[in-house]
């Protein structure tokens, strides 16, 4: 490729999400480059210990025939690659190319690169808001110690017997609890400023995540109000079966707002061996692990539960280049993935945190961004707001995109799919 080649497309990032965009734009005829850092394409999936999986059931994370063996890092990364063999992407896809510096200039977006410059009319980021592993900033004083974030336990074995602190009480924490029960560590201690929602359940997560009544319920008309009414009722009833009211989350549970995440059934059974403490990790000393509220914990392993940043210093906008929070993007975004503030500028990883399926949802706004590009779509300018679960995104994108949704024919095409798709099979590829 010469080195100012003129594209339709840039993708940055080779994970799920970039090469579902590559397939797309492929597919309507655009002039596309996928750009990833990495020497193998997965992005957050390549980097992950094996022991981590997916929060819904295996058949609802692929599409179509694409294989997938079961619900862990390996079976996962295997799946998102199945897609670049059965559409022939390598071809489009440049790896160990690290992207320095995204500019406009003018009426195109200039992607620099160690070794080229490309010039393309649209400019998707595909970075994700997963990449850079956040560990808070603490006090350490000749620590003992051993911290890890939950994105570098790379082997649970190592937690047997030993003393562990948890940080962080989002789905990475929950994960790491249950890794304790599960590998026999002697203690465990769990901290955390406020808890966030799950689904208390005695299932797996590869079982209990189940999202097909989500889809079911929505293509039958209900509102977000009254699937949130009869979660709500459902949720606080199981946290009462469980003996979970002490965690039971301050604000009703809201599918604008919250993820929808499974309860992890090792973490359940032995919730009332895990002591509990309510505040932050301020100072480590020692073997001490010093809390905001002044208690003092000993332990022989840290476990950081406290999630990713988004690292979009690529940028060369002031604006963009100093966001670590996908929330911070997603507000001044359109139609979920349009950036407000810079031209021709999607970011995918704003889909990342609603309840659903990620392919299913990169492929439904992938499909629509292409087609908005090709200007056989129109997206608003209106900020999004909330976030949109499932299958909440067909009538969203129905409204802005007739290419991909014919009016008149769409909605009965979901509806089979959502109420008589056979459940053991994955939906059809968009």
Not at 100 to 127: F, M, Q
Request: aromatic content about 8%.
């Amino acid at each position: 490729m010469d080195p100012r080649s003129e594209l339709d497309l840039v993708i940055i990032g080779a994970g799920v999400g970039g090469i579902i965009c590559l397939h797309y734009a492929r597919k309507a005829g655009l002039n596309a480059v996928v750009l990833e850092k990495e020497p193998v394409t997965g992005g957050l999936w390549a980097q992950l210990p094996a022991w981590q999986d997916i929060q819904i059931k295996p058949v609802d994370w692929t599409l179509g025939d694409l294989p997938i063996d079961g619900a862990d890092q390996p079976d996962i990364l295997k799946n998102i690659r199945a897609w670049v063999e059965k559409f022939d992407l390598t071809s489009g896809i440049e790896l160990n190319t690290s992207v320095t510096r995204a500019e406009r200039k003018g009426d195109r977006w200039e992607v620099t690169t160690p070794g080229r410059t490309y010039l393309a009319k649209h400019l998707v980021s595909a970075t994700g808001a997963h990449n850079r592993p956040l560990v808070p900033p603490v006090v350490r004083e000749a620590g003992t110690v051993r911290e890890l974030h939950s994105s570098a336990l790379r082997d649970p074995n190592e937690l047997t017997g030993k003393d562990v602190v948890i940080v962080g009480a989002g789905a990475s924490g929950f994960d790491l609890l249950d890794l304790c029960f599960e590998y026999k560590a002697r203690k465990v201690m769990w901290v955390y400023r406020s808890v966030h929602w799950m689904l208390p359940t005695r299932k797996p997560k590869s079982v209990a995540g189940d999202i097909r009544g989500l889809a079911k319920q929505q293509m039958l008309g209900a509102t977000v109000g009254e699937i949130n009414q009869a979660l709500n009722a459902d949720l606080r009833g199981r946290y009462e079966k469980f003996g979970l009211m002490d965690i039971l989350p301050a604000e009703p549970f809201d599918l604008g707002v919250h993820q929808l995440i499974p309860g992890r059934f090792r973490m359940l059974e032995h919730f009332g061996e895990i002591e509990r403490h309510q505040g932050e990790v301020v100072r480590i000393a020692g073997n001490q692990v010093h809390l905001s509220s002044g208690e003092t914990l000993q332990a022989d392993t840290l476990l950081w539960g406290t999630g990713y940043e988004a690292d979009l210093s690529y940028f060369a906008s002031p604006a963009l280049s100093g966001i670590k929070h996908i929330q911070q993007l997603a507000k001044r975004c359109a139609c979920i993935f349009q950036y407000l503030d810079e031209p021709n500028l999607y970011f995918l990883a704003t889909v990342l945190e609603g309840t659903g399926s990620g392919p299913f949802a990169y492929s439904i706004g992938c499909r629509s961004i292409i087609a908005h590009m090709r200007g056989k779509a129109t997206f608003d300018t209106v900020p999004t707001g909330t976030k949109i679960a499932h299958f909440d995104f067909l009538p969203y994108f129905a409204a802005r995109d007739p290419e991909s949704f014919p009016p008149g024919e769409w909605r009965a095409h979901y509806e089979k799919l959502a109420l008589s798709w056979p459940e053991e099979l994955p939906l059809p590829i968009p």
